[in-house]
C-alpha cells in the first residue's frame, strides 16, 4: 500500500535553532510529495510539493524539504524557527488509482519554545 | 477569489439526525474531496469527485452521502448521524494544473450526542 509515515508525535524546538520534522514514504514509481501545515481552528494550507528535479525544494514561511530517494524520506527543515510556526504538520503523497488522490500521514505537532 | 468555503463552521447533532455540510469553491476546480480529521489519523477520504455528475467512495464513505450537480459545489450529506461522527470535516478542491495541491475550507467541527 502507498503511504507516508511520520514517526515524531511532536517535535519540541528553541526559537532560533534548526528544526526538522521527519517523513518517510512508500510508494511504487515516482513519488509526488506534500507538505501541509495546520494552524489551530484552520484548514490545512500548502507549504511546498516535489514532483521532480532538485532534490532540496524551497516553500513557504522559509521551510524546505529534502528529497532522498535511497531513503524514502522527505524531511521538512527550517533553519531558525519562529514561535509562530508552532502547529499540526501533515505530510503527503500523490497516489495515482485513477483519481489523483493525497494520502496523508497522521501528523506532527512542532512546539517551538520562546 | 474566496477558495473553498464551507458552512457551517460548528454543528451540533443528536444520534439519528441528518444534516448536509456545503463546500463550495470558486476555482474552477474539477477535482473535489471530503476528509475528516481525528486525532491521531490524520486525514481520511470520506468521498471525491472528479467533475459534475462523477464522485466515489473513499476510505471511509459508509454514514455519507455526496453529489455534484455543478463544478462549485460537493455537498457531504450524513444520513443518520452517529457518535463516530463526531469529528472536524475539511472539504478540498485540486486540479491538473497544480499537480493536484489540494486547496482546503476552513473545516466544520461536527459532534453527535
Known amino acids: 500500500a502507498q503511504s507516508v509515515a511520520q514517526p515524531e508525535d511532536q517535535v519540541n524546538v528553541a526559537e532560533g535553532n534548526p528544526l526538522t520534522v521527519k517523513c518517510t514514504y512508500s510508494v511504487s514509481g515516482n513519488p509526488y510529495l506534500f507538505w501541509y501545515v495546520q494552524y489551530p481552528n484552520r484548514g490545512l494550507q500548502f507549504l511546498l510539493k516535489y514532483i521532480t528535479g532538485d532534490n532540496l525544494v524551497k516553500g513557504s514561511y522559509g521551510f524546505e524539504a529534502e528529497f532522498n530517494k535511497s531513503q524514502t524520506s522527505f524531511h521538512l527543515k527550517k533553519p531558525s524557527a519562529l514561535v509562530s510556526d508552532s502547529a499540526l504538520y501533515f505530510c503527503a503523497v500523490r497516489v495515482n488509482t485513477g483519481f489523483q488522490k493525497l494520502v496523508f500521514g497522521t501528523g506532527t505537532r512542532l512546539l517551538v519554545s520562546p | 477569489n474566496a477558495g473553498v468555503t464551507q458552512t457551517p463552521k460548528f454543528q451540533v447533532l443528536k444520534t439519528g439526525q441528518s444534516m448536509t455540510l456545503q463546500c463550495a469553491q470558486d476555482?474552477?476546480?474539477?477535482?473535489m474531496s471530503w476528509y475528516r480529521q481525528d486525532p491521531g489519523m490524520g486525514l481520511r477520504l470520506i468521498h471525491y469527485s472528479v467533475g459534475a455528475g462523477i464522485t466515489d467512495q473513499g476510505e471511509v464513505p459508509n454514514g455519507y452521502n455526496v453529489s455534484r450537480s455543478t463544478t462549485e459545489d460537493f455537498p457531504l450529506r450524513l444520513l443518520s448521524a452517529a457518535p463516530s461522527q463526531t469529528s472536524v470535516y475539511f472539504c478540498?478542491?485540486?486540479?491538473?494544473?497544480?499537480?493536484?495541491?489540494?486547496?482546503f475550507g476552513p473545516g466544520t467541527r461536527l459532534t453527535v450526542t
Open positions: 476555482m474552477n476546480h474539477e477535482y
Open positions: 478540498a478542491s485540486s486540479s491538473l494544473e497544480s499537480s493536484y495541491e489540494q486547496y
